[in-house]
């Protein structure tokens, strides 16, 4: 559940050059876990079609026209991008479907798109099924499939409602020739865990990369408390292939 503090609909992730997060800018969490109720409701304030669930947030973290309140905000303009619409539907679209943006800070200020995770944020959407104690999954009434034409054309629809524009340029990045992405052993309250990372070179040229891996305790609102792992290492990649290492147990 994202945390979308400057209301620019994105999840906005500031990392220093050596790729560790740049906690004074990054502003926006996530949270592991957020709860919230539903209230069905008719919307005669909204186009026909809005009506009907409502999600409503009794714990908001963010003040509304300067109070501590959130919605009703409509189920469906949520699932279809129409932040237009009252009450504080921006907020909660940010929630269950925001991407997340990492961009690199250089030194003279500048920013560039290092990386955006579109399918990180709002895996499942879950209530208590009615009659019995089983969960029952609602995603789909929240938004569309990830990776699909209707699921990103609700972002748009979202951006060009409601985004707040940054006055600042942020430089994208061509695709890298590099990826990475790690596995982490089931881990064990009070045993050590082992991080096995994937490197996959799709140029064709030979090259050493210096990889930065960190390793936080997190609370569920996404805030760090003590850094446990801090490793620095390189990696030889040769073109069109794939390395992988195990970084020791922490």
């Given at each position: 559940?994202a ?7 994105q ?5 220093d ?5 740049n ?30 669930w409502?999600?409503?947030?009794a714990t908001?973290?963010?003040?509304s026209?300067g109070m501590f309140r959130?919605?009703?905000a409509?189920?469906q303009?949520?699932?279809?991008g129409?932040?237009c ?7 909660v ?5 925001s ?8 030194k ?19 209530t ?8 029952y999954?609602?995603?789909?009434q929240y938004?569309?499939s990830?990776?699909?034409?209707e699921?990103?054309?609700?972002l ?10 940054d006055?600042q340029?942020?430089?994208?990045l061509?695709g890298?020739?590099?990826?990475m992405?790690?596995q ?11 991080v096995?990372v994937h ?5 064709n040229?030979r090259c ?8 936080y305790?997190v ?21 069109y292939n ?6 020791g147990?922490?």
């Open positions: 559940s945390h979308d503090n400057d209301a620019n609909l999840t906005d992730v500031f990392l050059e050596d790729g560790k997060t906690s004074k800018l990054t502003k926006d969490s996530i949270w592991n876990y957020h709860c919230w109720n539903e209230a069905w409701m008719s919307r005669s304030d909204l186009p026909v079609g809005f009506g009907g409502q999600a409503v947030d908001p973290q963010e003040t026209d959130c919605g009703p409509s189920v303009a949520i699932k279809h129409h932040v619409f009252q009450f504080d539907t921006p907020f679209y940010s929630e269950v479907n991407d997340v943006v990492y961009l690199q800070v250089n003279d200020g500048s920013k560039h798109v290092s990386y955006v995770d579109t399918a990180h944020v709002g895996r499942r959407v879950l208590k099924a009615a009659g019995t104690d089983e969960m999954d609602i995603t789909d938004k569309f990830e990776g699909t034409e699921e990103r054309l609700a748009d629809t979202a951006l060009m409602y409601g985004v707040k524009k006055t340029e942020v430089v994208p061509p890298p020739d590099i990826e992405d790690f982490v052993e089931n881990m064990v309250l009070g045993s050590d865990l082992k096995i490197f996959r070179n799709h140029s040229d050493r990369l210096t990889a930065h891996l960190s390793g305790v609370f569920y609102t996404g805030v760090p408390k003590s850094e446990f792992k801090n490793k620095t290492f390189d990696v030889e990649m040769e073109p794939s390395n992988t290492l195990e970084i147990r922490a």
